[in-house]
């Protein structure tokens, strides 16, 4: 498992890493490292062969699962397809979850944790371009 680090923390942000998502083993989440209060992110990696070792289900939060890499199967409730990289899945609320790696190589893989229906506005009507000096 590998550890995350928090590199640098301002009044505004936080930023941390868990390094490398194609040496990254197990599950790991980051919202305590970040101090997100939208959102749980986790990364996660499969090896070949190798599902979550459980199903779960979620009350209040959706689930959006991102695959980085590798490809398998994924199942809600009694339904089962295929994925791979570049696969974003959504799950709703109650209903079972799992995901199993069926490439040579690991899965890996993001999923962001959000309450259902809590998304309002959002980029063009959230955003607003501002007057900011350019330091980059
Ligand atoms: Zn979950």
Known sequence: MSEIKI???????????VGSVHGFEGKQF???A?????CEISFGSLPSGAA????????ANEENYIILS????????DEVFDISEGSVIRVATNCDRN?????DQPMTYICIQAKEGSL?????????ITERENKL
């Open 7 to 17: 590199l640098n923390k301002g009044e505004k942000f936080a930023h941390a890493s």
């Open 30 to 32: 980051v919202k305590d």
């Open 34 to 38: 970040t101090g997100a209060t939208s």
């Open 52 to 59: 979550v070792p459980f199903y779960h289900s979620h009350k």
């Open 70 to 77: 590798g490809s398998g199967r994924f199942q809600v409730n």
């Open 99 to 103: 995901l199993k790696c069926t490439s």
């Open 120 to 128: 309002g506005g959002y980029t063009m009507t959230d955003a607003e």
